[in-house]
């Protein structure tokens, strides 16, 4: 960004052409991590840009007989209404700035300065897209997918945690403890919300009518997949396996961790896919997920005439927590099979 401001100065300087210091200003303004986030920064400072500078002439010559700061709050809120009618964001700033320092500093010379600032603000956006092509190919879609990755990889290991709690030979140390992976698990909703912060920028890289384009239709499965596995681990981390239960208990606890590591391996197998095929549209796993047949035995076991002799709150715990788990490993499925029939229509 210091490079690509600092040459366009130069350029600047070297034209001879006043007001040329709103070339780095705009390479500084719309500069983001990504070329997505500095397309759109950059198509707001434009689009807020020429809206006021058509403001600024109506009203600097429409309302030259009302005082100058009724005329000049007047136009302020004309810009205000026509930017949000407009779904500007930030745009409506930069076109402020332009109605009072106009109004104010350049009354005298408004043709020549307005012409030299909108042509120079056009000049370091195109500047700065041009450099992140060049110096920094940091593509929205990549970032996507490796946040997704990274999300992935919490959960794994989040999944893994809550399967060696129900194993027998850490079930003791764990039983009077309160639940682990609270902070965990609002740490992975912060990074799930983060990863969705990213999706305008996203949809301006990839252009017209974005929310039909595989990836962003992929990114999306991956989100909804993602978003149902962290509200079951949150569930799940608050909710103690019920623990010291006779063989039964203990049968449906061993089934419960063999589907938690069964889900984090295929979360590992989501991740080598992702990483295989940076930025493009992976493959999706070769076979359907197999559930543990431990897991698959549990209708027969719940008929068990030995859940008799249970209390009603351990059956309770016990159905909640099978519940949470379905829910969990339907995500996945569901994932993958949008993820299958995306990857033959896309």
Request: with cysteine.
């Amino acid at each position: 960004m210091a490079l690509t401001a600092g040459l366009g100065n130069a350029f600047a300087s070297l034209s001879g052409l006043p007001f040329g210091y709103y070339v780095p200003l705009a390479v500084l303004a719309v500069g983001m991590g990504s070329y997505g986030g500095s397309l759109a920064l950059g198509r707001q400072r434009i689009l807020g840009s020429v809206l006021g500078a058509a403001l600024l002439v109506v009203g600097y010559e429409g309302l030259a007989a009302v005082p100058m700061p009724l005329a000049l709050a007047l136009t302020l809120a004309a810009l205000r209404l026509l930017g949000g009618a407009l779904g500007l964001q930030v745009g409506y700033k930069v076109g402020g700035i332009i109605v009072v320092m106009g109004w104010l500093v350049h009354g005298g010379q408004l043709a020549g300065w307005i012409g030299l600032r909108l042509g120079w603000t056009c000049f370091g956006v195109m500047l700065a897209l041009l450099s992140l092509r060049l110096f920094w190919p940091n593509r929205s879609l990549v970032l996507a997918f490796a946040d997704t990755e990274a999300l992935l990889a919490e959960l794994q290991r989040l999944y893994g945690d809550l399967a060696d709690r129900l194993d027998p030979a850490t079930a003791a140390v764990t039983a009077g403890s309160p639940p682990v992976g609270v902070e965990r698990y609002r740490a992975l909703r912060a990074r799930l919300l983060a990863l969705r912060r990213q999706r305008p920028s996203l949809q301006e890289e990839l252009g017209h009518n974005a929310g039909r384009h595989p990836l962003y239709r992929l990114i999306e499965g991956f989100d909804r997949a993602a978003s149902r596995l962290v509200n079951a681990s949150g569930a799940l981390v608050r909710r103690q396996p019920p623990l010291g239960d006779p063989s039964l208990a203990a049968r449906l606890n061993r089934a419960e961790a063999e589907l938690l590591r069964c889900l984090v391996e295929r979360m590992g197998l989501w991740r080598r896919l992702l990483k295989a095929a940076p930025g493009a549209l992976p493959r999706p796993p070769a076979e359907v997920l197999r559930l543990p047949e431990s897991w698959t035995a549990l209708e027969q076991a719940l008929h068990d005439p030995a859940m008799d002799g249970a209390s009603l709150e351990r059956l309770e715990r016990l159905a909640a927590r099978l519940m949470l788990c379905r829910q969990a490993a339907q995500a996945i499925r569901d994932g993958e099979a949008s993820w299958r029939l995306l990857r033959l229509h896309p």
